[in-house]
T-cell receptor, first 110, second 115 residues
Framework: SQQGEEDPQALSIQEGENATMNCSYKTSINNLQWYRQNSGRGLVHLILIRSNEREKHSGRLRVTLDTSKKSSSLLITASRAADTASYFCATDAIGNQFYFGTGTSLTVIP | GAGVSQSPSNKVTEKGKDVELRCDPISGHTALYWYRQSLGQGLEFLIYFQGNSAPDKSGLPSDRFSAERTGGSVSTLTIQRTQQEDSAVYLC?????????????FGDGTRLSIL
């Protein structure tokens, strides 16, 4: 299966701390995306990183990609209570399907 | 509204009944995806449509599931003879085109409960 796997499954931190979550996948990709899902809502796109990129920033988000290890990480700096959500990575595959991992549930304690 | 709209937001039905779930994508988006998300799980791909091309149905779990997209816009996912294991949140997403370099825009889903 191409499905990405996020690690850890759950993460609880204090407001102001940094949160790091990881995604591993099994076969070569062209692009990898990260999404956020608040409880009871749909997913919201956060950032896309291409296979020829190693790092990308967007506001308080930093994404890295290591194609040799088939892994990506999402770092949220200076976390806020509003960052509490589940975070998913999505990888592409043959046939234009997207594979989503099982997600990391992040709780930011005020 | 400018986002993806799904209806109903919640649906409770008895086992064996048929259900129809509706998705109204963002105007101008040619790609439309359906996913299923079981409690605490990731997203399971079901089907996608790209413009007027034949849909990729490879993710549909059984022949009880079908979907159509009329006029390249609104899509309906139909589940016939529902089973309890069909209980899940069904999410719809759209993007400009089917390409992994395009972000997907999601609706808030339909929470389906089969009694």
């Amino acid at each position: 299966s191409q499905q990405g796997e996020e690690d850890p499954q759950a993460l609880s931190i204090q407001e102001g701390e940094n949160a790091t979550m990881n995604c591993s996948y099994k076969t070569s990709i062209n692009n990898l995306q990260w999404y956020r899902q608040n409880s009871g809502r749909g997913l919201v796109h956060l950032i896309l990183i291409r296979s020829n990129e190693r790092e990308k920033h967007s506001g308080r988000l930093r994404v890295t990609l290591d194609t040799s290890k088939k892994s990506s990480s999402l770092l949220i700096t200076a976390s806020r209570a509003a960052d509490t959500a589940s975070y998913f990575c999505a990888t592409d595959a043959i046939g234009n399907q997207f594979y989503f991992g099982t997600g990391t549930s992040l709780t930011v304690i005020p | 509204g400018a986002g993806v709209s799904q209806s109903p937001s919640n649906k409770v039905t008895e086992k064996g009944k048929d259900v129809e779930l509706r998705c109204d994508p963002i105007s101008g988006h040619t790609a439309l995806y359906w996913y299923r998300q079981s409690l605490g799980q990731g997203l399971e791909f079901l089907i996608y449509f790209q413009g007027n091309s034949a849909p990729d149905k490879s993710g549909l779990p059984s022949d009880r599931f079908s979907a159509e997209r009329t006029g390249g816009s609104v899509s309906t996912l139909t589940i016939q003879r529902t089973q309890q294991e069909d209980s899940a949140v069904y999410l719809c997403a759209s993007s400009l085109v089917v390409n992994s370099n395009q972000p997907q825009h999601f609706g808030d889903g339909t929470r389906l409960s089969i009694l």
